[in-house]
């Protein structure tokens, strides 16, 4: 179903003698939404991901179509309700830390319905997608004396355009 599909259903039974309505049954299409990691981090940074999803549906993260396991040291999941009038919304956060080449990829939150009563089961949201880049040829501090030639190295793991170096005096 669509979320435009969602509303008050009536069933009218009609019959020659008469007719009949049953109660109005609600209908409410639930949606996750999926804040994306940031796009792009440096080897040894943090990001995070985070999932929200109506009701209390019991979450999953994977990456690359592989579970993550929280608390490894590399991940953490968190978990927080909200009640807001009627509507229960859980958030789930997935923090990265850390991250090394072996983190990129694709991370996709999965929301189970399966033990709520809810028709449809488990809600996949869209993939967010990090791709973790590896600064090589960081340069040391160094004494150089007058009229020498130093040579300075930055690169990328990744088809970088420019390299610029900017002085401060």
Same mark, same amino acid.
């Given at each position: 179903?669509?979320?435009?599909?969602?509303?008050?259903?009536?069933?009218?039974?009609?019959?020659?003698?008469?007719?009949?309505?049953?109660?109005?049954?609600?209908?409410?299409?639930?949606?996750? *939404?999926?804040?994306?990691?940031?796009?792009? &981090?440096?080897?040894? /940074?943090?990001?995070?991901? +985070?999932?929200? #999803?109506? %009701? =209390?549906?019991?979450?999953?993260?994977?990456?690359?179509?592989?579970?993550?396991?929280?608390?490894?040291?590399?991940?953490?999941?968190?978990?927080?309700?909200?009640?807001?009038?009627?509507?229960?919304?859980?958030?789930?956060?997935?923090?990265?830390?850390?991250?090394?080449?072996?983190?990129?990829?694709?991370? *996709?939150?999965?929301?189970?319905?399966?033990? &709520?009563?809810?028709? /449809?089961?488990?809600?996949? +949201?869209?993939? #967010?997608? %990090? =791709?973790?880049?590896?600064?090589?040829?960081?340069?040391?501090?160094?004494?150089?004396?007058?009229?020498?030639?130093?040579?300075?190295?930055?690169?990328?793991?990744?088809?970088?355009?420019?390299?610029?170096?900017?002085?401060?005096?």
């Amino acid at each position: 179903m669509a979320n435009t599909d969602g509303g008050m259903y009536t069933c009218q039974l009609t019959w020659p003698q008469g007719s009949l309505q049953t109660r109005k049954v609600h209908v409410q299409v639930l949606d996750i *939404v999926l804040q994306p990691m940031t796009g792009i &981090t440096v080897t040894g /940074g943090n990001s995070s991901a +985070s999932c929200a #999803a109506p %009701l =209390s549906p019991s979450f999953t993260w994977y990456k690359d179509g592989i579970a993550v396991t929280s608390g490894d040291g590399t991940y953490t999941v968190t978990m927080v309700t909200t009640v807001t009038g009627e509507i229960t919304t859980t958030n789930t956060l997935l923090s990265l830390v850390n991250a090394s080449t072996t983190t990129d990829g694709s991370y *996709v939150c999965v929301a189970s319905y399966n033990a &709520t009563g809810v028709i /449809g089961g488990d809600v996949s +949201s869209n993939p #967010a997608t %990090l =791709s973790v880049y590896r600064i090589s040829g960081h340069p040391e501090d160094m004494f150089v004396l007058y009229g020498s030639d130093i040579s300075l190295d930055c690169t990328m793991n990744s088809s970088v355009t420019a390299t610029t170096w900017y002085v401060e005096r």
